[in-house]
């Protein structure tokens, strides 16, 4: 779903309308009442304590630069992907905006890409952004191989995945010839887009899933099966994040909150649901008959820091 944020933001006019001069600015700002979002936007400093992730921030930021320009900015690149709600496991502190090739130069925090392509824009939240397929060619095209596919996989999720597993090819593919058809007017890094796009998979639900796969590939595994079903006792079914099917292996991704969550949900404490998760795991190992391994984002720095701790449960990759 897009980032919704409804956080008021001030112009600086409209404290000058409540007689703030410039000591009374600079002493909220000073006592921490008050924030700088950019030049002439404030927002209420305990309001900011409110965003918790980085894309409640690259919108946050996305939303100022739209107040104070002369005409509507229609945002691209990651940027975009924050505004529609896709995972940004990166942010540079920069907004990425589509520009004419005419414009000028813009601040430092904003980076001006040429549209060289007819112009198209779609309206999320009062914002103008790219097209979804769009702003999944361009991360593609420009980013960091994590934070593009993590925001591939998201946005394939989006159009094809169906809780709890069932997936629609045939839509996935859909979108990802839609992604692939903006990537081809491009003149720079199409290969490096078109390699993302391909391993894009909506299967995976959370963008350390997405990376987790990017480590697996560069350690020498086969791509891995994604949201594997396994037989339950009593008839349940329980889903595991990997199938490492070319050496006989179960592997999952267990993000910091994931207990916590699974708690709130079931209405549990995070110690029943740890017990729950050690006998769903005990139950799919000794029906399997295979390894299985956790692990975090501390686990996915680089490849070499992923493999050492699947070797630790006895998993590497075939010779």
Known sequence: MPTELTLPLIRRTQ?????????????????????????????????????????QKIVLRARALALVSRSRPTFCGMTAAAIQGLPC????????VLTAEDRPGAAADVVRHRDLHERSAEEVNGLLCTPLARTVADVARNDARDAALSVADAALRRY??????AYDV????????????????????????ERILHLADGRAQLPGESVSRMRLLDLGFASPSLQVP????????????????DVG???????????????????????????????????????????????????????ATLGRRLRAFGIEPPR
């Open 249 to 303: 292996a179960w592997g999952e991704f267990d993000g910091k909150a994931k207990y916590r969550d699974l708690a709130e949900a079931a209405g549990r404490s995070a110690f029943e649901v740890v017990d729950r998760e050690k006998q769903r795991e005990d139950w799919i190992r000794g029906t399997t008959n295979r390894r299985f391994a956790r692990w975090g984002w501390d686990d996915l720095r680089d490849a």
């Open 15 to 55: 404290l000058d309308d409540l007689g703030w001069g410039s000591r009374r600015v600079r002493r909220e700002l000073d006592a921490g009442h008050l924030a700088v979002v950019r030049r002439g936007v404030y927002a209420r400093a305990a309001d900011l304590v409110r965003l918790t992730s980085t894309e």
């Open 170 to 193: 045939e839509a996935a593919s859909r979108f990802r010839q839609d992604a692939l058809d903006w990537t081809a007017r491009a003149t720079r890094n199409r290969r490096t887009a």
């Open 160 to 165: 094809a995945f169906e809780p709890p597993g």
């Open 89 to 96: 496991v990166r942010d540079d502190g920069r907004l990425h």
């Open 230 to 245: 396994v037989a339950a006792p009593h008839g349940g079914t329980f889903w595991i994040d990997f199938g490492l099917d």
